[in-house]
């Protein structure tokens, strides 16, 4: 995760970020308590997102709605997306009311 606009750059109330996934590799199940936005600007992710599967290549967005539980991998070769979100968001592991900061969207 490399940061890109937030408070700390100046954004009062968008944060953007690149994520970048080696082949094969995957988040961790979680949930991020703000709409996404996930741009993918090289490789291809598999997103699974409250049950539901989806692909997403370079050039193709998807929405990630607030509270969905959800799981990004990148297929096949590393995989590189620019993600917008809403100023504040946190994030949670299923099953936990604990809400973690994202120190990259700040």
């Given at each position: 995760m490399f940061g890109l606009a937030g408070p700390s750059q100046g954004s009062a109330e968008v944060s953007t970020w690149r994520v970048r996934l080696d082949a094969d590799m995957a988040t961790p199940?979680?949930?991020i308590d703000r709409e996404q936005v996930?741009?993918?600007v090289s490789g291809e992710f598999e997103v699974v997102a409250n049950g539901e599967t989806e692909q997403v290549k370079a050039g193709q967005a998807v929405i990630l709605p607030?509270?969905?539980v959800r799981r990004l991998k990148a297929v096949g070769s590393p995989a590189e997306a620019?993600?917008?979100m809403g100023v504040g968001g946190k994030a949670m592991v299923p099953g936990s009311e604990d809400k973690i900061p994202l120190p990259w969207a700040d």
């Open positions: 199940v979680h949930i996930w741009m993918a607030a509270g969905a620019f993600v917008a």
